[in-house]
């Protein structure tokens, strides 16, 4: 069965910090990605993964976001730190079979995705 869970979300001050987990089971992606979707708003990418280890960011994160991963657990990971209330969204993992157009694609969802987590809140407070 293939399936994707999200976990390490949560609320923190301006400033603070966290990593989020995305634990992939039954099959070995290729492209994995973070997107994140804040009320009111569409969703949009926020950094992606190739299988080489290739990394895209939206600028809005460059500097203070990573995203990575370890093929041998099948997780992936994104580093949030300095946030700010407007990284404010609840953030999905997802992730396919193949590379090609594994990239950001700013206001946007990018590619589309075969598989997707069911998200986990991130909520950031002045």
């Known amino acids: 069965v293939l399936q994707l869970v999200e976990s390490g979300g949560g609320s923190v001050q301006t400033g603070g910090s966290l990593r989020l987990s995305c634990a992939m089971s039954g099959y070995n992606f290729s492209c994995m990605a973070w997107l994140r979707q804040a009320p009111g708003k569409e969703r949009e990418g926020v950094a992606t993964i190739t299988s080489y280890d290739t990394t895209t960011y939206v600028d809005s994160v460059k500097g203070r976001f990573t995203i990575s991963r370890d093929n041998a657990k099948n997780t992936l990971y994104l580093q949030l730190n300095s946030l700010k209330p407007e990284d404010t969204a609840r953030y999905y993992c997802?992730?396919?079979?193949?590379?090609?157009?594994?990239?950001?694609?700013?206001?946007?969802?990018?590619?589309?995705?075969?598989?997707w987590g069911q998200g986990t809140q991130v909520t950031v407070s002045t």
């Open positions: 997802a992730a396919d079979g193949f590379d090609r157009f594994c990239t950001v694609v700013p206001g946007t969802t990018g590619r589309p995705f075969g598989y």
